[in-house]
């Protein structure tokens, strides 16, 4: 089954450290997103990519990087520049013209420690 | 630029009950709608969409929504709430419009979180 695939599901952080959030998805779908969720504040978009080797910069983009060097893949690295990292974060893909929507992953969870 | 409103951050319902969650859009085009349902420490999952044709949708667990372009409204509606409702609800509107030929980005609401009461 085609789906949307994001690890670790919970992952900890020393202060000072970077981590990176993995996103795998074979649906062969062209754009991607990864979207941030904090109690109480909805979903906040961090990067978003259309095509490989292109990205953009959402809302919140201070302190995280991404990378897409292949189509399946838009992994995202949370920054030690990051000063409040703590928080559950959403990979997401869509088609190009988002008619069906995105497929979410299952989320990951970051904590700081 | 588009916008959605979801009015009412904290909605509470009785065990079969109806649910009604608001939603208002802005858009510049005719949009593309979507509901989203997430249950604790998951990923959003689609609920149901409007893209063109029929205004009243039908969605998943028994839930739909109608498309009123007057009132710029997408409201989601369920006859009545099972416990199994309980969770947070993400109403969606895309810029990419009617025809779907250019690419598009999703614009969020802020989330409704949805208790039923036994």
């Known amino acids: 089954d085609g789906g949307i695939t994001q690890s670790p599901k919970y992952l900890f952080r020393k202060e000072g450290q970077n981590v990176t959030l993995s996103c795998e998805q074979n649906l062969n779908h062209d754009a991607m997103y990864w979207y941030r969720q904090d109690p109480g504040q909805g979903l906040r978009l961090i990067y978003y990519s259309q095509i490989v080797n292109d990205f953009q910069k959402g809302d919140i983009a201070e302190g995280y990087s991404v990378s897409r060097e292949k189509k399946e893949s838009f992994p995202l690295t949370v920054t030690s520049a990051q000063k409040n990292p703590t928080a559950f974060y959403l990979c997401a893909s869509s088609p190009w013209t988002v008619v069906e929507g995105y497929t979410f992953g299952s989320g990951t969870r970051l904590t700081v420690v | 630029a588009q916008s959605v409103t979801q009015l009412g951050s904290h909605v509470s319902v009785s065990e079969g009950a109806l649910v009604l969650l608001r939603c208002n859009y802005s858009?510049?085009?005719?949009?593309?709608l979507f509901w989203y349902v997430q249950y604790p420490n998951q990923g959003l999952q689609l609920l149901l969409k409007?893209?063109?044709?029929?205004?009243l949708v039908k969605g998943i667990n028994g839930f739909e929504a109608e498309f009123k372009k007057s009132e710029t409204s997408f409201h989601l509606t369920k006859p009545s709430a099972h416990m199994s409702d309980a969770a947070e609800y993400f109403c969606?509107?895309?810029?990419?419009?009617?025809?779907?030929?250019?690419?598009?980005?999703?614009?969020f609401g802020q989330g409704t979180i949805l208790t039923v009461h036994p």
């Open positions: 969606a509107v895309s810029d990419s419009g009617a025809g779907g030929t250019s690419y598009g980005k999703l614009t």
């Open positions: 858009s510049s085009v005719p949009p593309y």
């Open positions: 409007y893209t063109t044709g029929a205004t």
